[in-house]
């Protein structure tokens, strides 16, 4: 197992401790705050270099941030997700109408389907397709981006730019309460 896994599995646990029920309404909504900051940076960051890299045209270069996108993929955005989930839970059976709380409120309820369909659009499409661009580079020859891999890209950042939409969705239906 690389060292990125380890540290990825060894941070979704911290998250899942983080967010037992032991903590406070406080704890848990600073929590999800961080951790929402952490996963939509996680996302726009990894979307900014990727255009840079890709602007640049080399094969390696675009190699080198599909790999960092990974790694910033496992050990930030889906360790902020698994967070911003079970605190955002933590808080809706707290102050929101008990464990069945999300129910009783639609910015809860939408919020909730939303983000797990956000988070499902982000493992099956955004992580799966940076994972095809590093081991594409991997075999590929230095020179500039092959067809194949710009076609990976186009769907990396439609996919990449839905799940940010969700999130920016999300984020005013958790501000607005509506
Ligand atoms: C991208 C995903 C998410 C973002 C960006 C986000 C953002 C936020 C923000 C900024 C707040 C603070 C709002 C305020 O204090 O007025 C908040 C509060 C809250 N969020 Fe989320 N959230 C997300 C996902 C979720 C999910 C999935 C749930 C449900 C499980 C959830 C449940 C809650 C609850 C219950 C509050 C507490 C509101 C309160 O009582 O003040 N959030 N969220």
Redesign the pocket.
Known sequence: MSRTIKVHLLLLAVAVLLSLPFYG?RW??TL??L???V??GGLVSSMLWMALAHRNGEASIVTFAANATRKAGLILVAPA?VL??L???M??A???GGWG??HE?RW?EF??A???L?IVLWGAFVHRYTVKLVRAGATAEDGPICPEAQSVLKRWYFWSGLVLV???V??Y???V?P
Do not use: P, T
């Open positions: 309404f848990h909504l999800h705050i951790a929402a900051i996963f939509m997700a911003a989930l605190n955002g839970l808080m809706a707290d102050r929101w709380g999300f409120q809860i919020g909730l939303l983000f797990v956000a969700l999130s920016v999300i984020l239906l958790m501000v309460k």
